[in-house]
């Protein structure tokens, strides 16, 4: 681990702070008229997804935290677990659903994931940012109903709800975005 001074934290940093992991979300450089600058700080912490508004001043130092990025691959469900394969040495890890949160409907058979690991304790995932699913149920669409939006309520393979454009029609395949969980496309 690197010690860094309270200044060179940005969002996205991973830092050592009242012995917890804390990721910096936002930062914002304050000089005020008296006193010295400092950095204004929101975290949240890794393990248990609580926030903390911090003030670090230049002269503090603080621990970088270098964390590991390995990718995985899904294999199945078991359970209230999710078995995942490191494609490099083949072993395999359990991880709770709670863990990976709503977006584990998203998990397919065989779909790259990159799990962040401190030490060998996961402490977070990242699934791909777009995933392709069919349509299972689409509504029909309503004559004359340009006046509101021109979207239409659309439920997916995986049971998630969607908006979808009317000219969407259960069975067809589409482009769908994992974080926002909204339509993108047609699946080519």
Do not use: C
């Amino acid at each position: 681990m690197a010690k860094i001074s309270g200044n060179e934290i940005r969002p996205g940093s991973v830092i050592e702070h009242d012995g917890g992991l804390w990721v910096a979300v936002k930062a914002n450089s304050v000089k005020p008229g008296k006193g010295g600058a400092y950095n204004q700080v929101e975290l949240k912490n890794l393990l248990n997804g609580t926030k903390l508004n911090e003030r670090f001043r230049s002269a503090e130092t603080v621990e970088q935290v270098d964390l590991e990025y390995k990718d995985f691959s899904y294999l199945y469900e078991e359970g209230d677990a999710l078995v995942f394969m490191d494609t490099e040495s083949y072993e395999q890890l359990e991880l709770q659903k709670e863990f990976v949160g709503d977006r584990a409907a998203f998990l397919q058979d065989g779909m790259m994931v990159t799990v962040r690991l401190y030490g060998e304790k996961p402490i977070g995932i990242s699934l791909p940012d777009q995933v392709v699913l069919s349509i299972a149920e689409a509504d029909p669409v309503v004559k004359g109903q340009t006046a509101a939006s021109s979207y239409k309520p659309a439920i997916l393979e995986n049971g998630i709800r969607v908006l979808v454009p009317p000219f969407i029609e259960a069975g067809e395949r589409i482009l769908v975005d994992t974080n926002e969980i909204t339509y993108l496309r047609r699946a080519d």
